[in-house]
C-alpha cells in the first residue's frame, strides 16, 4: 500500500524567502516555519499508487468542471481563462501556505527593535509558525491562495490525502465529493480573479491591522512568541492576538476584516450547494454530514487564525451563507453581485446579520 500522502506528479512548490531581519513584514523566519511545517507533517492514509493518481486526475478534472458550473450560479468569470488547479500532498500544501502568508503579511510595519531581538523573535515564530500550519496541513481539503503561484498572482490547491480522508470518514461518494469540494474553492478563486480591487484590499486590510500598534511600541514584538505557542496548542482556534487591540482604529480594521472573511466564505458555501443534485447527486447528505464534522475552512479564515489569532468559527459559515441566501432570493444574484462593486458596498459585520439593512442601503428595498 502506498501513502495518498504522497501525491504522484504534483507541482514543485518554491520556499519563502523573505529575510527575518527585514523592515517590513512580520518578524517571522518563512524558511524555518516552512522546514518546520515539513517536519512535523504526519503522513497520509495508505491508498495504492493506482487509487492515488486517479484521486489526483479525477480532482484535477473536477476543478475545471466545477468552476464552470460556479460561473454559471454566479454570474463571475465569464470571459476569464479557466485555469488549472494544483493538486498536492500536505507537504506541499504546507509549503504553498507558508509562502502565502509570508506574501500577504510583507507590508506590515511593524515597530522598529534591534536586530538581534528581530532574529530572536523570528526564529521562535518560524517554529511557532511551522507548528500551526503542520497541524492545519492533516485537515485543509482546498484553498484558493490569492498570493500564491509562481508570478504571485493565485493558486488553487487540492489537497488529495485530506480529500481522500475526508471522502471515506464521511462515507459519502467519491466522485461527488470531489466535486463539491472544488466547487467552493473555484468559487474562492473568482472571487478574486473576477474582483479586480479584492485581492489588494485584503491584503492592504491585513497590512493595516498587523501596523497599527498602540502603548508600547514593543509589545507585539515581544508578545508574538507567546501568541504563537498559544495558536499551536489550540489547534489555530486562539483569540490570543484580539487582547492586543487596544484602540478603536484597530477594532474598525478588524471588523472589516471579518466581514469579509464571513462574506466570502459563506458565499462559497452558498454556491457548493446552490448548484444542486443535478450535478452533485448527494448534495445534502454530503452538507448534512460534513457541517456536523466540519474543522478549519477556506484561506482567509486560516490565515486569519494562524496569524492574527482571530477564531473563525464555524457560524461565520452559516451567517455568510444566510446573508447571500436572504440577498438572493430578495434581489436575485445580480442584486447580491453589488457586494462585488467596491469596498463600500461590502456588508458591515451589523449588516451580515441583518441583510435587509444592507439591501436598503444599496438597493432602497
Partial sequence: MRSVGRVPHVTDLSQPSPSPTAERGLPVDWQLA?????????????????????LVRRLRSDAAVAEGHVREVTGLGHGLPLLPADVVDRKAWAAAAVSGMAALTAGAELPEVSRVTRSVTARTAGLQVGGVVAY????????????????????LLLVAPNVHAARTALDVPSADFGLWVCLHEATHRLQFTAVPWLRTYFADEVSKFLSIAQGDRGAVLDRLPEVLRSLRESGGDSLAIVELLQGPEQREVLDRLLALTTLLEGHADHVMDAVGPDVVPTVATIRNRFTARRRGGGLVDRLLRALLGVEAKVRQYAVGSAFTRHVVLAAGMEGFNRVWESPETLPTRAELAAPGDWLRRIHDL
Fill in 136 to 155: 492545519l496541513g492533516g485537515r485543509v481539503l482546498g484553498q484558493y491562495d490569492p498570493f500564491g503561484g509562481p508570478d504571485g498572482e493565485g493558486r
Fill in 34 to 54: 516552512s522546514r518546520t511545517a515539513g517536519r512535523l507533517m504526519q503522513p497520509g492514509p495508505d491508498a495504492t499508487r493506482e487509487e492515488a493518481a486517479e
